[in-house]
C-alpha cells in the first residue's frame, strides 16, 4: 500500500509560478512510477506529465511543456511539480498517482495507475 498527500495548491494569477509535492508513505516509494493528473470542472481527468523509477526520464502533455517539471526525491518519498507561467487554462484538482507496472504505453492512462491523492486545487485567476 501507498498513501499519496498533496500540497501546495492555491490561487494564483496568470504568469505566476507555483509549486506543488506529493508526500508516499507506506511501501517504497523508489519502486514506483509517479505522475500528476489534473481535472477541471466539467472536464476529463488529463495527464499532466509522470516520472519512472530512477528520475532520469520524465514525459509531458503538450499543454505543460516547457512550463511544468516534475522531479522526485527518493531519499524524501517525495514528488514534486513545478509550474511556471501559469495560464487560467491550467486551473485544476491537481493529484498525483504511483503505479508499479507502468511503462511508456501506457503512462498517460489514469487505468494504470494503484495508488491516488485526494488532490490540490490549482486556480490561476486574476
Known amino acids: 500500500q501507498v498513501q499519496l498527500v498533496e500540497s501546495g495548491g492555491g490561487l494564483v494569477q496568470p504568469g505566476d509560478s507555483s509549486k506543488l509535492s506529493c508526500v508516499a508513505s507506506g511501501n517504497t516509494f523508489r519502486g514506483y512510477t509517479v505522475s500528476w493528473f489534473r481535472q477541471a470542472p466539467g472536464k476529463e481527468r488529463e495527464f499532466v506529465g509522470g516520472?519512472?523509477?530512477?528520475?532520469?526520464?520524465?514525459y509531458y502533455a503538450d499543454s505543460v511543456k516547457g512550463r511544468f517539471t516534475i522531479s522526485r526525491d527518493n531519499a524524501k518519498n517525495t514528488m514534486y511539480l513545478q509550474m511556471n507561467m501559469l495560464k487560467p487554462e491550467d486551473t485544476a484538482l491537481y493529484s498525483c498517482?504511483?503505479?508499479?507496472?507502468?511503462?511508456?504505453?501506457?503512462?498517460?492512462?489514469?487505468?494504470?495507475?494503484?495508488?491516488w491523492g485526494q488532490g490540490t486545487q490549482v486556480t490561476v485567476s486574476s
Open positions: 498517482a504511483a503505479g508499479s507496472r507502468l511503462i511508456l504505453s501506457s503512462l498517460r492512462s489514469a487505468n494504470a495507475y494503484d495508488y
Open positions: 516520472i519512472f523509477r530512477s528520475g532520469t526520464n520524465t
